[in-house]
């Protein structure tokens, strides 16, 4: 009798069961605490944004559980909602360009809470964290393409599974509660993208979902929860479902010991990812014009998947930030009347000068970059300026955000709610994280206390 083959889900159960980090060195592990310490600094920032506070007041008072920024606890999977909705506020979250996904605002959340809700070493943590965005990075790599993306949220269909698979990790679960953890998450899977046309605010709450449905599946599966092992290649699971076809013959994880959280990049600009590199092409240009420079027109070329999503060739009229913040023609039209890359761009939606050069843009995909992508996702703009000149710029690739502008990142939003001496203390924290005896802390770091010298009380 021949052996039976594990389905999608069994084989990452085993995987994940028996895996041994150390042979992918380093570095995974350090990019690591740098998504952290980024998908902390927006949090903090977003603290008193609108959905932030929505998400803050819908959950229940008390639990395991801290709120990020705030002077109350919750359950497990309640603060594992509202981190998640903080962490998304800003749209400056990590981007893995591959999957289409935002891996980071579902993973970190997840960790932190079920963190506090069992005792777990900081190491693990962190190798839950590189296995959370592995296998996130990994399905949405097979499943996504620009039609898919059209329709659902990346980020909603495949977080909760890269996120139960870390935390069924970090709770060292057996491989088949891994395999239960990943099937149930996959059941959660959701989010769809007609929040770009309405300039809705479903977006910001699609981590939230997608994390307290993560911690849920993990908790279910601890417990003993039967997921379906064919969750992925069935015929109803989740690629016949979403892709309408067949899952691939297999998913491998570290393929050729490589972790697909290096593939992940930290935005510089708090915008729509197909809008980064296209801004920074804007900011170069922009630097070098002479104070006054009259524009005359701009031509704005990006991969067709840039060009595609849901929201990013949108010429107004723009009721909300979010709009602005996914159209790639405001975001280069305000980097060219401000000479700047800050959320102060997207302040004013009625700016003269941004909807005049909106109104002479053209969006354009370009059958040489969409070849590129999305091993790189770059964009060309050109000018035509009133004295007759044509500047021009061609970028291969968006540049992220360095780990310095991270950090100084995260000292400054950090430091505004809970004082520069405790935004200290969580970085150390981080930086020596694979020390920790218990990862648990550091949720609890990122609440005030009487002792923070920034401001408390936020409920």
Same mark, same amino acid.
């Given at each position: ?14 995987? $994940? ?68 909705? =903080? ?80 935390? /069924? ?11 239960? /953890? ?42 003993? /929860? ?68 009259? $524009? ?74 969409? =070849? ?88």
């Amino acid at each position: 009798m021949g052996s039976i083959v594990p389905t999608h889900a069994q084989a990452i159960g085993q995987v $994940i069961a028996g895996i041994d980090l150390s042979a992918l060195g380093r570095t995974p592990a350090d990019k690591g605490k740098v998504c952290l310490l980024d998908f902390l600094s927006c949090a903090f920032e977003a603290i008193d944004l609108e959905w932030s506070r929505q998400a803050r007041a819908v959950i229940g008072m008390g639990g395991e559980a801290h709120v990020i920024g705030a002077a109350k606890t919750a359950s497990a999977a309640d603060a594992a909602f509202v981190n998640a909705v =903080a962490g998304h506020g800003l749209v400056r979250e990590d981007m893995h360009a591959a999957s289409i996904s935002h891996h980071g605002v579902v993973v970190w959340p997840t960790l932190l809470a079920l963190a506090e809700r069992q005792r777990v070493t900081g190491s693990r943590l962190i190798e839950a964290a590189i296995i959370g965005y592995e296998v996130g990075c990994r399905i949405g790599r097979a499943l996504f393409d620009a039609e898919l993306a059209r329709l659902f949220r990346p980020t909603g269909l495949v977080g909760p599974i890269g996120a139960a698979a870390g935390g /069924a990790y970090l709770l060292a679960l057996d491989q088949r509660q891994i395999a239960s /953890a990943l099937a149930l998450a996959a059941n959660a899977s959701g989010g769809l993208n007609q929040w770009p046309h309405s300039g809705g605010s479903d977006m910001y709450f699609h981590p939230g979902h997608a994390a307290r449905s993560a911690v849920t599946a993990v908790l279910l599966a601890q417990q003993g /929860a039967y997921g379906s092992r064919d969750i992925f290649e069935g015929e109803a699971g989740l690629f016949a479902a979403f892709a309408r076809r067949p899952a691939p013959g297999a998913i491998a994880l570290f393929p050729d010991g490589q972790a697909d959280i290096l593939n992940v990049y930290n935005k510089p600009a708090p915008a729509c990812n197909f809008a980064q590199t296209a801004c920074q092409a804007a900011l170069r240009l922009a630097v070098d014009l002479p104070e006054g420079t009259m $524009i005359n027109a701009v031509h704005i070329r990006v991969p067709r998947a840039a060009a595609y999503y849901p929201g990013c060739d949108f010429t107004g009229p723009f009721e909300r930030p979010l709009q602005a913040k996914m159209s790639i023609q405001f975001g280069v039209a305000a980097v060219l009347a401000n000479r700047r890359i800050a959320e102060s761009n997207y302040a004013r939606l009625d700016d003269p000068e941004v909807l005049r050069l909106i109104e002479v843009s053209r969006l354009e995909s370009s059958d040489e970059l969409s =070849a590129a992508f999305p091993a790189a996702q770059g964009a060309e703009l050109e000018l035509e300026l009133a004295n007759g000149r044509r500047p021009r710029i061609s970028l291969a690739d968006v540049t992220p955000a360095t780990e310095a502008e991270i950090r100084f990142r995260f000292r400054e939003a950090s430091g505004a709610v809970l004082g520069a001496r405790r935004a200290k203390v969580i970085e150390d924290f981080i930086d020596n994280i694979e020390k920790q005896p218990n990862a648990g802390r550091l949720a609890g770091l990122c609440a005030p206390t009487r002792n923070s010298a920034g401001p408390t009380g936020l409920t």
